[in-house]
């Protein structure tokens, strides 16, 4: 497997091919372009089918069509594509469908922006659509990590049978880095016995649903996604932690802004202030774990976002009030800079030790 | 050629009274059983003189409720 | 003994839950007998979207979708074009495909999705209890056009099968009736036609049925169907507008 050289947009359909992906479903909106471009170009070479559908809401519910099919489906868009398609991947949920849906994120509210955000943090997390319900949301730092989830995520999908979701940005799906396609790691996944390929007069129709008008069926319903929750809390929280080991204020940062705050980390170490780094992952379920590992030396905990503070609150859930936790973010596709990160993180402090008087 | 005739059933319980079934029949042997209440507590509609029957399916036909079979009989 | 009439195999046992007289009944029972005589109910799979026919799913003896409203049209290609050896139809109402669901089914015509469309127009939003559609006439009251629907407000009513007719991919597109037998069984032809279409890869072929809601047009089942001959079809003329077998 030889390294290429590969714009993050167009990594991420080349490794969802080599997922598996057989279908894809999009809508032209920037900055995720190359997403359907690339797929345009290759994914009918893959022996898949490409099609540009007439809206975000028509292609999550082409989704729903081929994934209620059987078939292994992607659709990608970015933040306010990704909000219309809010209704159609409800349904997804509540039909209990696998798919992989990719957010290239930019500014808004609104129109917004096209430069990077992290401001859909609760859409992706909180489900921006109606009911109870969660995705399996991954939010890579790099192109690398992008590509090596990408190739998961198929087989995740098929596992839980639910969406799971890519979570990046402008900066993630423009820049181009190297990256390896590893092979997929062999799983053995349930037979999609469900799914509506025709009775061929064989067996009882199948029927892909997620009106229950009789509430005791829709709480079963409930409950039974609930599990299934509780079985991804349990089997697939992922994050990374980075210097938390002594460090007495630790940063919580996702995605590719997360590199700019591993570098504050070590600027800070070189001006002799122990800082450290939790990275999530999965940004759901989001890894409370990680702060049941962290040292007595820890003083403050501080969620940096490319928003106004959405993480924030998981933070401060996952905290249980042992730290204070402080908030550092631009929004409007204005990126901070490592220095930004320093000083908010030194001023923090020196507010913590203040207050604690040591 | 000898007249047709036929033997038709209605499936009671499943009627829900529309009426549309009793103007369509060529034979006018169709009418609501207003001393009948179905398991839905509407009056089904039932052939009051079987034997002219002529099997020519128009009941069924416009029946939105699968409530008529019809068989030939000659 | 032959035998004239019985239910057909395209449909499961379930009672329809539809209001007395209500001519959905007879639509869903000709869609399943052409589908039981073309032998396609092993390689159906139905779309039902929101709508009083949302529990097709449960009458159609065939593997089925539930789909969001208005959405069927995009639904039905995800699942014809994972499975394009299937035979893949939508079931929609007009509130379904002439209100929120305009985009989805002018660009399923517009892409000639391989699909059959059967279009159900009662002029009425009948689930929800009566409101206006787009193809509710001028002058009928229903519960959001209370004083009679007038065309400076709201616009005149919609002719789906005219409009769609305009589109190079829509291949077979015929409007019909079910308000008496002559007209059930021409009915049953144009829908047999629209899946031969489909099956001989011709491309998106709809047929829309005037139908009646006798509940929420607050008319008896009988008078209901006279409404439609004396109402509608003056203003949705019934008739083929597109037939990819007759010379352009």
């Known amino acids: 497997m030889d390294k290429v050289l590969m714009k993050g947009n167009e990594a991420l359909c080349a490794a969802a091919i080599r997922g598996g992906c057989q279908f894809f479903f999009g809508y032209p909106i920037t900055p995720q372009n190359e997403i359907p471009e690339y797929m345009s170009r290759e994914l009918g070479r893959a022996g898949g089918t490409f099609l540009q559908a007439e809206s975000e809401v028509a292609a999550i519910n082409m989704v729903y069509g081929a994934a209620g099919a059987g078939a292994r489906v992607m659709t990608s868009s970015s933040s306010p594509g990704i909000a219309l398609k809010q209704e159609g991947i409800s349904y997804i949920c509540g039909a209990e469908l696998p798919c992989v849906i990719v957010n290239i994120s930019r500014g808004g509210p609104g129109l917004g922006g096209i430069q990077p955000s992290q401001a859909d943090y609760f859409q992706a997390t909180r489900g921006g659509g109606n009911g109870d319900y969660y995705l399996l949301v991954f939010a890579p730092a790099n192109i690398q990590e992008a590509a090596d989830l990408m190739i998961e995520a198929f087989d995740l999908a098929d596992l839980y049978r639910m969406p799971v979701m890519i979570l990046g940005d402008g900066m993630l799906g423009q820049m181009m880095e190297p990256v390896v396609f590893k092979e997929r790691k062999p799983r053995d996944l349930p037979q999609k016995d469900w799914a509506t390929t025709g009775t061929a007069g064989k067996r009882k129709p199948n029927i892909i649903n997620s009106l229950r008008l009789d509430p005791a069926e829709l709480e079963n319903l409930n409950i039974r996604l609930q599990e299934k929750y509780a079985q991804l809390k349990a089997n697939e929280v992922r994050y990374e932690t980075h210097q938390t080991e002594d460090a007495e204020l630790v940063f919580v940062a996702y995605g590719t802004s997360s590199r700019i705050v591993k570098n504050a980390v070590a600027v800070m170490r070189a001006n002799g202030l122990k800082a450290g780094l939790i990275r999530p992952i999965t940004l759901w379920p989001f890894p409370e774990q990680a702060f049941e590992e962290l040292p007595d030396s820890l003083r403050a905990l501080m969620s940096v976002e490319l928003s106004h503070g959405q993480m924030i609150d998981d933070v401060k859930i996952a905290a249980r009030g042992r730290w204070p936790v402080g908030f550092y973010g631009r929004s409007g596709g204005m990126i901070f800079t490592q220095q930004e990160i320093v000083e908010a993180g030194e001023k923090l402090l020196r507010e913590v030790s203040h207050v604690s008087g040591v | 050629m000898a007249k047709a005739r036929g033997n038709v059933f209605f499936d009671n319980d499943r009627c829900k009274g529309c009426e549309l079934c009793t103007t369509v029949c060529p034979v006018d042997i169709i009418t609501i059983d207003r001393n009948t209440i179905n398991k839905k507590g509407y009056h089904p509609a039932h052939v009051t003189q079987p034997e002219k029957c002529i099997a020519c399916g128009n009941c069924a036909l416009v029946c939105p409720d699968l409530v008529i079979t019809i068989e030939r009989v000659a | ?248």
């Open chain 3, 1 to 248: 003994m032959s035998v004239v009439f019985e239910k057909t195999k395209g449909l499961t046992e379930k009672e329809f839950h539809y209001c007395p007289g209500c001519t959905h009944g007879i639509i869903h029972r000709l869609v399943a007998e052409v589908l039981e005589e073309m032998d396609l109910l092993g390689d159906a799979i139905g779309v039902a979207p929101v709508g009083c026919a949302v529990l097709a799913y449960d009458y159609f003896n065939c593997d089925m979708h539930e789909a969001a409203h208005g959405r069927a049209p995009a639904v039905a290609t995800g699942v014809k074009r994972a499975l394009p050896e299937k035979t893949v139809f939508a079931y929609q109402g007009d509130g379904d495909l002439a209100s929120i669901g305009t985009a989805e089914i002018v660009h399923a015509a517009h892409r000639g999705e391989n699909i059959t469309v059967i279009f159900v127009n009662n002029a009425i939003y009948g689930m929800t209890g009566g409101q206006m559609a787009p193809t509710t006439m001028i002058g009928q009251r229903t519960t959001t056009s209370p004083f009679g629907r007038n065309a400076e407000q709201t616009g005149a009513p919609i002719r789906i099968a005219e409009m769609l007719a305009t589109i190079e991919g829509a291949s077979f597109i015929e409007r019909t009736s079910v308000h008496n037998p002559v007209h059930i069984r021409k009915a049953k032809k144009a829908i047999r036609t629209a899946f031969e279409c489909q099956q001989n890869r011709k491309g998106f072929s709809m047929v829309e049925v005037l139908s009646t809601c006798p509940t929420n047009w607050g008319m008896s089942p009988l008078a209901s169907l006279g409404w439609v001959a004396e109402n509608m079809i003056p203003y949705y003329p019934l008739g083929n507008f597109r037939n990819p077998d007759k010379e352009a």
